[in-house]
């Protein structure tokens, strides 16, 4: 005769028999291994008030971590906090001084690796090095690339990021990127601070690469679209040609991803008034403004520059008449939680 054979399912307690993981102390003992999610928010140096933001959204305190130099001025990081088996993202643009904050990036994407996380993910909100994209002559770099290979090798195992200089950067990279976009934070302000109808509204692009951009926000607004034709001259120098488009007696808005130097935005706002705009206003994703640009902005047509704080705001900025920021920071978390919880990230950039 043979006996039957009781088994007892992997991970359950057997009826009057002590749970050995409840014994031991684990909060959820019923809890296979791998069901819950745990998250850890790790941020850099170079933009901590963003990171702060981010973390009050989610209700998720920021990993203690020791991020400092040594004498000669090498990045040394040591993660306070056990972070085995976690969800980690790296919260860091690389803004200036860019090579000391990707450098940064790098070491502490390595220290999590060693450290056993389960997975990294690198949050920049500004990517650094993304204007040199491709070969603008001979024996010049991609340096774009190069950055995002040195953050692929340093651990991670996908990235997310904010408005891309140039969408085939998405393609320098052989793991998971999200690009996201800023038009709906602009969309959304404009409407709050401009009271005309989508008739009397015009959205514009300092240049032609940018068309993309500008015709998406357009859309969405139902307002019309304008380019503006410039021919650079020289490397940081641009002169404006004409426009096309109607701006004649419309309120103008200037859509671009970055400013640096401010010249194109003011060439192209003059452009605007001397063509009859009654308004220009300028969106633009990364406030760079290096130099003197805020100093430029404060003395052009543009009644006010609005950027995103994906790169901190600088003294200068906080004090012109004519510059504001917007927060990402929502935008960022909510991008962090569906990343975590393996949710659809597109409906936050479509």
Not at 22 to 38: L, V
Not at 197 to 202: C, D, R, T
Request: charged share 25%; glycine share 8%.
């Amino acid at each position: 005769m043979v006996r039957p054979v009781f088994r007892v399912a992997a991970g359950r307690p057997r009826p009057g028999v002590p749970d050995r993981r409840e014994a031991a102390g684990w909060e959820n003992p019923g809890q296979i291994k791998g069901e819950q999610t745990r998250m850890k928010l790790i941020a850099g140096n170079s933009n901590r008030p963003l990171a702060e933001a981010i973390s009050a959204c989610m209700a998720t305190p920021l990993t203690k971590a020791n991020i400092r130099r040594f004498a000669d001025l090498e990045v040394f990081v040591e993660i306070l906090e056990n972070v085995r088996g976690e969800d980690c993202f790296v919260i860091q643009s690389t803004c200036y001084p860019a090579n000391d904050h990707v450098m940064e990036l790098l070491v502490i994407m390595d220290a999590l690796r060693r450290a056993s996380a389960r997975r990294i993910t690198a949050v920049v909100p500004y990517y650094g090095y993304a204007r040199q994209d491709r070969k603008a002559g001979p024996r010049t770099p991609i340096s774009a690339k190069l950055v995002a290979n040195l953050i692929t090798v340093a651990g991670a195992d996908r990235v997310l990021t904010l408005d891309l200089h140039a969408g085939q950067i998405q393609g320098f990279f052989d793991i998971p990127l999200d690009n996201l976009m800023a038009g709906p934070v602009f969309e959304k302000d404009i409407r709050e601070t401009t009271t005309v109808s989508g008739g009397e509204l015009v959205i514009v692009s300092p240049d032609v690469g940018g068309v993309v951009r500008a015709r998406g926000l357009a859309k969405r607004m139902g307002a019309d679209l304008a380019i503006i034709d410039k021919r650079r001259e020289r490397a940081g120098e641009s002169e404006v040609m004409h426009i096309i488009g109607n701006v004649q007696d419309r309120v103008c808005v200037l859509i671009d991803d970055i400013v640096d130097s401010g010249g194109t935005l003011c060439n192209a706002a003059r452009a605007l008034k001397e063509a009859g705009a009654v308004s220009v206003s300028a969106y633009t994703t990364h406030g760079v403004l290096s130099g003197g640009a805020v100093a430029l902005i404060g003395a052009s047509p543009i009644d006010m520059l609005v950027t995103t704080d994906s790169i901190p705001a600088t003294q200068a900025m906080r004090v012109a008449r004519n510059v504001r920021q917007l927060t990402i920071a929502p935008l960022m978390a909510e991008a962090i939680m569906r990343i975590s919880e393996e949710r659809s990230v597109s409906s936050l950039f479509v």
